[in-house]
């Protein structure tokens, strides 16, 4: 299998071939039947960024506006984070329901958010084991059968891909990153998943957080109807897209006026509220985000220079919050839910030297001021702005 | 391992990363030192054809021309045959020396042919058994460094290599037996190790024998000074080129004529009788041949139609072998000495309709009768004669 995934890589995979290794990784384990469910089924995936907190707020706006999503995430792994690590660091939470359990879950509040589990697709996890360890995980056709696989299995109608683009992605290249989705596209759609593929800017940081408690922590205030822009706006888009895409809506704006509506209205935050206490949560952590884990440390980083942000080098950041314990190589390795960065600047912020551009929450002084050097290095700062970064949505297939 | 042989398939190595393989596999066990010799330590290679048996020949006629020859042979697997499994259909022969076995009987009789013991480039042994299930046999960087790690590790200074060229060749292009002749000779000369490559024809079988028993009796008549040209012409040429290697002649016409004069003077096939008895086995065999082990049925193949052979396809004929058990799959798999292929047909043949073009000697009348229809789909006869077959030498580097 090995030899076959380097194969791949090199010489890629034709329909035909890409069709029949989706078939097997999909019939290697159970495929859920949900359409008992009185409304449409629906899931997002991301191929993986940098402060991508996205799915935490958009199942509880989804589940609210009549979806339902059964989420199996995924864990982080090298530079980019998982949903699985960021949701359960709110104490208590458990993401190794049963499938029973997670069904159950989907019925009861419109969503969960669990662990693939042995059930599901299990070529897959055993393929993923050998990529991260033969140097073959940016291979397009090996993306795209161990997604859709995972993906089939959850018994979906329709799903909204969150396809990022630029330094921080797996695939930086904006032509990767459209093939990547056409694919997506393509493979899914040619077995009756309505599919949608959205590319998203990922040459900085997706929000101003990035660590594991850190980012449920601005998930949490986008749910309040606050927090950064920048994720609001991905969060509303890819959710309109989910609702348009389900057939429960016709326009993307109409869908995301009526989503803005229901995230400012508190409802979204209850019901992850409920659901974080069937996982096993600690729902109060919920009003209280003071009582994620914490990181003894906490550190301004200061800017030396006055000026404008130019640029935040995601892979930089990623690697950085790595560092300081908030990342894994292996599946096996733990992660400090409490480390990360905070606070961060983005491109076109006005900056005097000395204000802060960043915080640092780390385990040790040491490991701080460290931290602070590479966050230094992590953000750009010129003379003028200039308009570099990427539109934060690209393109929609 | 697997993923980074198919990477090196597509990919190639540069010239510092072959040398780095060949460094790693060398030094992956132990290395022969044969300097206290009183003459030139020579070895011979093939890189594997159909009814090659050339080096029950040489070895003996060089080692009585002054060279000593360490030859640490292999098995066949797939279509070509094995020097080791020919050699053994002599029975009682033994290839499994230990080192210190070996070694006294190249200090005493100039020769051995063994087998690669478990000591000598263990890596190569644990890297082949993955390109044979993994599709990356075909790949000139790892056929090189397989080549030359092990000969490398005989303590030899000088080798000979018979890089088979058409349709019976893993490598059936002449671009790529040239390309593959280039970078054995260049990382063969790069490591001090004096290395030519010849060039030869495998669009045919080379003589007229095919199955291991079959063809060390080839072997013995080709040491007799009799048997077919093309065997005798291509023995002749390579230890003569072993010996312009060596540095024991100048000229490869005068060494060529030198070494047929032994040959024909037979001391080359006392040599190899003392051998085959220091090896274990039944020295009386090779003045009585038919004390060689012996098919059952011996069905003559009957050409249908009068004309001109024109070709021979060793692909076939090597396949019609195997499937009469003369081949192995893995090497744990038993084979048949006995059967194979004699008479065999060559190109330019005049034959009339009822003449015998083939000898299928095999283990049951029905194995026969099947083995006698794919000869007659091997041997191509036309109206008349076209001079398509390769020269037996094509070239030198």
Chains 1, 2 share one sequence.
Not at 159 to 176: E, H, I
């Amino acid at each position: 299998m090995s030899a076959f995934l380097m194969a791949v890589v090199f010489r890629g995979l034709d329909g035909a071939e890409l069709d029949a290794l989706v078939e097997v990784m999909l019939r290697s384990g159970a495929v859920l039947d949900l359409s008992h469910l009185p409304g449409p089924v629906a899931d997002k995936h991301s191929t993986g960024g940098v402060g991508d907190k996205v799915s935490l707020a958009l199942a509880p706006l989804a589940a609210e506006a009549g979806l339902f999503v059964p989420m199996m995430a995924g864990r982080g792994l090298g530079h980019t984070g998982g949903t699985l690590d960021k949701f359960e660091s709110i104490p208590g939470v458990r993401t190794d329901l049963s499938l029973r359990h997670f069904r159950a879950l989907v019925e009861t509040e419109g969503m969960a958010i669990a662990g693939q589990t042995e059930d599901i697709a299990p070529l897959d996890r055993r393929l993923y084991a050998l990529r991260s360890v033969t140097g073959t995980v940016a291979s397009i056709p090996l993306i795209v059968s161990s997604i859709l696989s995972k993906k089939l299995a959850e018994g979906i109608s329709s799903l909204v891909l969150d396809v990022k683009v630029g330094r921080g992605a797996f695939l930086p290249t904006l032509d990767q990153a459209r093939a990547l989705a056409q694919a997506l596209v393509d493979v899914g759609r040619s077995r009756g998943l309505k599919t949608t593929a959205v590319l998203t800017a990922m040459d900085r940081p997706l929000g101003r957080t990035v660590g594991n408690a850190l980012e449920v922590r601005e998930a949490l205030d986008c749910l309040r109807g606050e927090g950064p822009e920048d994720l609001r706006t991905v969060v509303l888009h890819l959710t309109a897209q989910m609702m348009v895409a389900a057939g429960q809506a016709t326009r993307i704006s109409d869908a995301e006026a009526k989503l803005a509506d229901l995230l400012d209205g508190g409802r979204p935050l209850e019901r992850l509220q409920r659901v974080v206490l069937q996982q096993g949560g600690d729902p109060s952590v919920l009003d209280r985000p003071d009582r994620l884990p914490r990181a003894p440390v906490e550190r301004p980083v200061v800017s030396p220079l006055q000026g404008v942000v130019v640029g935040v080098d995601p892979l930089r950041v990623a690697r950085t919050v790595f560092a300081l314990g908030g990342g894994r190589k292996t599946l096996e390795d733990p992660i400090a839910p409490e480390v990360g960065v905070s606070h961060l600047a983005s491109s076109g912020d006005r900056i005097a030297a000395g204000d802060r551009i960043a915080v640092v929450h780390a385990r040790t002084p040491e490991d701080a001021a460290w931290a602070a050097e590479r966050l230094l290095e992590a953000i750009q700062i010129g003379s003028q702005a200039v308009p570099t970064s990427l539109p934060l949505i690209l393109d929609v297939r």
